[in-house]
């Protein structure tokens, strides 16, 4: 399948990349379907794109590519709602604050998404601890 973004263009995905949110995303939370597909060119990263509305689409990466000790616990609720038998199943994902000065690239620990990757079916979770933040450098000063 093709989608026609005003941003990105001409993105394939396939029925297996779309996910479901029941509940939306932080600040579109009236949007349920998206799709998650690799931007080869620019591995690791990742594009999450609204099925419903062609102007939203975010950079997300995994976490633990860049941050080995990031670590979270779902309660009972989260895994209920996405249908997790095991941690296996859990795809974690953050979104990404692109910007010309690669220092100034960020990425939101305090606010992952969460995705069952057998059901697709995904949730964006707050974690409360302060050692994360919702704009964390990619790139750490040397």
């Known amino acids: 399948m093709v989608f026609d973004s005003k941003v990105h263009g001409k993105i394939e995905y396939e029925e297996k990349d779309i996910v479901i949110f029941n509940k939306g995303l ?7 379907k998206f799709f998650l597909v690799n931007l080869e060119e620019f591995k ?13 689409g975010m950079i997300v990466i995994s976490p633990f590519d860049f941050f080995g000790d990031y670590e979270i616990n779902l309660d009972e609720s989260t895994i209920r709602n996405l249908k997790l038998n095991s941690s296996e199943e859990a795809l974690i994902i953050t979104t990404v604050t692109l910007n010309s000065d690669a ?8 606010g992952p998404i969460i995705i069952n990757i057998s059901s697709n079916l995904g949730e964006q979770i707050i974690i409360d601890n302060s ?12």
Request: proline content about 5%.
């Open 131 to 142: 050692k994360y933040k919702v704009k964390e450098p990619l790139v750490k000063e040397l």
């Open 26 to 32: 932080l600040g579109f939370e009236e949007l349920k």
């Open 44 to 56: 690791p990263f990742k594009l999450l794109h609204s099925l419903e509305n062609e102007d939203v």
């Open 103 to 110: 220092k100034k690239i960020t990425t939101n620990l305090q």
